[in-house]
């Protein structure tokens, strides 16, 4: 099964182990019947696509949970409101899709949003914590700049082995995930009309 979750707010400032516990968490309150690995400590069957930097708003937070039973057999609707309402406030349930598909086999790269009160200059140098060097400009896909209510704001999509935290570029305040790529098919479009399978 497959989850589309946003994580907006003040949610957005939880490191990625702190997210993956409190989705984790936020499903065993939902009473959802989740597989657990084997083994001396077992843990739930749940995977999680790239996370994001500290900071980002994620609107595209995909989710993989192994059930013990199939997920065709899901109240899909039902589901919904039940992990709806256990959820804190800043994590919001999209959408549910019943495939089993590995998500991490097949999304090829994201969206994101940049907003800054001044003009960017991608094509600074920027140094990453490792100490190296890279060119954001030349990381980015067909990156668009565009002046909206008194802002600058970069849209721009990404390859994953290219993924960088945006925030390492002076002037962003604040940056936003809003999509994930199955190569050109946003991939909850890709999930609703092939239920997770590859054509």
């Given at each position: 099964m497959i989850l589309l979750f946003k994580k907006k707010g003040l949610l957005r400032f939880l490191s990625a182990i702190e997210t993956s516990n409190a989705i984790v968490r936020t499903l065993l309150r939902s009473g959802m019947k989740i597989q657990y690995s084997e083994g001396f400590h077992p843990k739930p069957r749940v995977s999680f696509l790239d996370t994001v930097a500290t900071g980002v708003v994620d609107l595209a937070l995909y989710v993989n949970v192994k059930l013990e039973h199939e997920a065709s057999d899901l109240d899909i609707e039902s589901w919904k409101g039940i992990i709806r309402n256990v959820a804190v406030q800043g994590l919001e349930l999209v959408e549910i899709f019943p495939s089993?598909?590995?998500?991490?086999?097949?999304?090829?790269?994201?969206?994101?949003?940049l907003f800054s009160r001044e003009p960017l200059d991608l094509n600074r140098p920027v140094q990453k914590h490792s100490g190296k060097l890279f060119i954001p400009a030349e990381m980015m896909n067909g990156y668009e700049l565009i002046l909206k209510n008194g802002l600058y704001v970069v849209k721009y999509t990404i390859e994953r082995q290219k993924i960088f935290n945006p925030y390492l570029i002076d002037g962003v305040f604040l940056a936003v995930r809003t999509k994930a790529f199955y190569g050109t098919v946003e991939l909850r479009e890709f999930l609703t009309k092939n239920g997770g399978k590859i054509p």
């Amino acid at each position: 099964m497959i989850l589309l979750f946003k994580k907006k707010g003040l949610l957005r400032f939880l490191s990625a182990i702190e997210t993956s516990n409190a989705i984790v968490r936020t499903l065993l309150r939902s009473g959802m019947k989740i597989q657990y690995s084997e083994g001396f400590h077992p843990k739930p069957r749940v995977s999680f696509l790239d996370t994001v930097a500290t900071g980002v708003v994620d609107l595209a937070l995909y989710v993989n949970v192994k059930l013990e039973h199939e997920a065709s057999d899901l109240d899909i609707e039902s589901w919904k409101g039940i992990i709806r309402n256990v959820a804190v406030q800043g994590l919001e349930l999209v959408e549910i899709f019943p495939s089993d598909i590995n998500l991490n086999e097949i999304v090829t790269s994201y969206e994101y949003l940049l907003f800054s009160r001044e003009p960017l200059d991608l094509n600074r140098p920027v140094q990453k914590h490792s100490g190296k060097l890279f060119i954001p400009a030349e990381m980015m896909n067909g990156y668009e700049l565009i002046l909206k209510n008194g802002l600058y704001v970069v849209k721009y999509t990404i390859e994953r082995q290219k993924i960088f935290n945006p925030y390492l570029i002076d002037g962003v305040f604040l940056a936003v995930r809003t999509k994930a790529f199955y190569g050109t098919v946003e991939l909850r479009e890709f999930l609703t009309k092939n239920g997770g399978k590859i054509p």
